[in-house]
């Protein structure tokens, strides 16, 4: 008999208060590993959550078992949680990295943010243009640090990531190198093999930082200031990302881990 493809979108929970490229480009890559349609769903009727630092929501949502129980698919915690019988009520196929395992007492040596899938969905030749990407998180766009940066030397290229999540993406892929205080944008440029830099998260929680550092097994040292970003020593833009080994782990741990019963055709 022929499969005939499942034809019924998959529900994603992802964060849509702010535009946000991070957030946005979840349910790009859930679609293209389950090969279906994937829809925005609220907390309580999503059927799967994937990128974003979103445990803490589902920790709060299923504390007791409802109706659907979701898929977690790398995502992983903004900060620790206390109680963690909610994971009964959820399929766990992956979390984002050993830090949010650990708060959360899994038992698991396999860990992935899907946002390093994003190079197979949008796929960038490696031609480094020159240009020194600044990624800040949304709500520093205003900084006045950052914008004196910016008009001290045309080489620093902003990258709004409240723009098109596509367009954000082949801007990191095009660049020497990425600053990046958006945790979307060091994973985008991992994906992409960028070389990139922790800026500092001013009001941001650094156990995600962290959190996807460890899945990959990368160094990640204290953040800099912006002020600091013309003091660094850049690698060459062709240098191999000394973590790239990590990073392949992670990236088969994502396809392996999908649940095959989410995956296009496995009703037919």
């Known amino acids: 008999m022929t499969s005939v493809a499942d034809t019924n979108p998959l529900s994603l929970h992802w964060w849509k208060a702010v535009p946000n490229f991070g957030d946005a480009i979840s349910p790009v890559v859930l679609a293209h590993v ?14 799967v959550w994937a990128a974003g630092s979103l445990l803490q929501v589902v920790k709060r949502t299923y504390t007791a078992a409802k109706d659907i129980r979701p898929t977690i698919w790398g995502a992983g915690l903004l900060h620790p949680v206390h109680g963690v019988k909610f994971t009964k009520h959820v399929n766990i196929a992956l979390v984002r990295g050993p830090i949010t395992a650990a708060l959360l007492e899994l038992e698991v040596s396999r860990f992935g943010d899907p946002g390093l899938l994003i190079s197979d969905v949008w796929p960038a030749s490696r031609n480094p243009n020159g240009k020194i990407g600044i990624v800040p998180h ?16 045309p080489k620093y290229q902003l990258i709004d990531p409240r723009d098109p999540a596509e367009q ?9 190198h990425v600053f990046a205080s958006s945790l979307h944008g ?12 922790w800026l500092a998260p001013s009001g941001q929680s650094r156990l995600k930082y962290l959190d996807y550092a460890a899945s990959v097994g990368r160094a990640m ?15 060459k833009p062709d240098a191999p990302l000394a973590y790239q080994a990590g990073i392949d782990a992670c ?6 881990s999908f649940p095959k019963a989410l995956k296009a055709g496995a009703n037919a």
């Not at 060091?186 to 830099?197: F, K, P, R």
């Open 34 to 47: 389950s090969g279906r349609k994937v829809v925005h769903a609220g907390v309580n009727r999503a059927q």
């Open 251 to 256: 990236r088969n741990a994502l396809y392996a």
């Open 186 to 197: 060091l994973i985008v440029a991992d994906a992409y093999g960028v070389s990139n830099t």
């Open 168 to 176: 954000v993406c082949a801007a990191i892929a095009a660049c020497d």
């Open 138 to 153: 949304h709500t520093l766009m205003d900084d006045l640090m950052l914008t004196a940066l910016l008009d001290s030397d």
């Open 221 to 235: 040292p204290s953040p800099i200031q912006i002020e600091e970003i013309p003091m660094a020593d850049l690698p």
